[in-house]
């Protein structure tokens, strides 16, 4: 049995827990390969960020209501616009009732643990706070108090189960479990599911290897994910932010506002990963012209030479910056989902004609873009 113990940043990740390493765990669960168990100062960090996320919602689309409210519109609108915003003020508890039963319902489908702190936890992590002893950056530092009470869970539970799996994004947390017998931590799900520890129940390498077959012998898949990266990369990368030493903002970034054809698509079939049941991420590669957006303080602007001011359109943003646009070839690395819904994949006695009917029905998504750069000249 897989015992393995997350934090709030993984939850934070994917709040809606859709994307392919929450299914995969999903399905370890179901198949009683693995046991999640969740500290309550997690759970209860990010069902209030839920709440925070839902309420900051609401109070920007009740601004955008009143504000419409002043303009001269029929009586009957104002009126509808009234019973919008009574609506709203129900909504705020809606949502917080939904957060929390929407979470404890996934627990109880993964026949998940909550872990309350318990009467030993506050004296030890009263001593960690004023010894400034892991996970305790320095003495009475208390911004890492809600990580020392999680730290004591992992404790506990490395007592009782002798080893544990620890998913964090938290630094703290994984610095306090280098070197510790019994714990064995990873940086995000998505690393802890691709690991050998998750993949052999999931039956990996047979399934890659029927996976690199199905593309050998029903060639057209690759055709299919090189029109999903075209068809989803603007949705995608809207509003991303790229950061690099060429942009001449104070922090050296710039958010993608406008987003050109997808060119050169690198489809890296031979690192492809297998999350169970039917479902593969395959990393993938390309660049794309995007029109980005940054502010520069109007004196850099003035330093800059005359043929790299030229490549810059302008306009005030206030006394002292621009807000400037300019077009960039970005290089873009991320991940497409490839799901065959069908578990026959990781089969040995699987045909081609019936992996060539699977194939011909798999759902395919660019699910996520994990790396954002400006080539480097003669790069592209």
């Given at each position: ?73 029929p009586i009957e609108l104002r009126r509808q616009l009234d019973n919008?915003?009574?609506?709203l003020n129900r909504m705020k508890e809606e949502l917080a009732v ?283």
């Amino acid at each position: 049995m897989i015992h393995l113990v997350i934090d709030t940043t993984v939850l934070r990740n994917d709040p809606a827990r859709k994307k392919a390493a929450f299914r995969s765990l999903k399905r370890l669960a179901e198949a009683g390969e693995i046991t999640l168990h969740v500290p309550h100062i997690v759970a209860e960090e990010f069902l209030s960020q839920q709440e925070e996320q839902y309420l900051s919602g609401l109070s920007e689309i009740k601004t955008s209501v009143v504000k419409f409210k002043k303009k001269h519109i029929p009586i009957e609108l104002r009126r509808q616009l009234d019973n919008t915003e009574q609506q709203l003020n129900r909504m705020k508890e809606e949502l917080a009732v939904f957060a929390r039963a929407d979470f404890d319902l996934w627990i109880t489908a993964i026949s998940g643990e909550i872990h309350y702190i318990s009467e030993s936890h506050g004296k030890k992590v009263m001593d960690a706070y004023f010894s400034g002893s892991a996970p305790f950056h320095e003495k009475k530092r208390r911004e890492d108090i809600p990580d020392a009470f999680i730290w004591q869970v992992i404790l506990d539970l490395v007592d009782s189960l002798g080893k544990v799996y620890v998913v964090s994004g938290d630094g703290a947390i994984k610095t306090a479990a280098k070197g510790l017998t019994g714990i064995s931590c990873f940086s995000n799900l998505d690393e802890f599911i691709a690991s050998d520890t998750c993949q052999t129940p999931l039956r990996n390498n047979q399934a890659k290897s029927n996976f690199q077959r199905t593309v050998s012998i029903a060639s057209q898949i690759l055709d299919r994910i090189k029109s999903t990266i075209e068809f989803e990369v603007v949705d995608i990368l809207d509003g991303k932010t790229v950061t690099s030493q060429q942009i001449p903002d104070d922090n050296n970034e710039a958010t993608i506002t406008s987003i050109g054809n997808p060119e050169d698509i690198d489809i890296l079939l031979g690192e492809v990963e297998y999350y169970g049941d039917g479902l593969f991420v395959v990393p993938v590669a390309f660049y794309s012209e995007c029109l980005v957006s940054y502010a520069i303080f109007k004196s850099d602007f003035y330093c800059l030479t005359e043929e790299r001011s030229e490549q810059i359109s302008i306009s005030d943003l206030n006394d002292h910056y621009y807000d400037a646009e300019e077009d960039y070839v970005l290089s873009i690395k991320g991940s497409v989902t490839i799901d065959f819904e069908s578990a026959e994949v990781e089969s040995e006695d699987i045909g081609d004609k019936r992996l060539t009917e699977l194939a011909e029905d798999v759902e395919i998504s660019l699910e996520s873009v994990e790396e954002i750069e400006i080539p480097s000249a003669g790069d592209y």
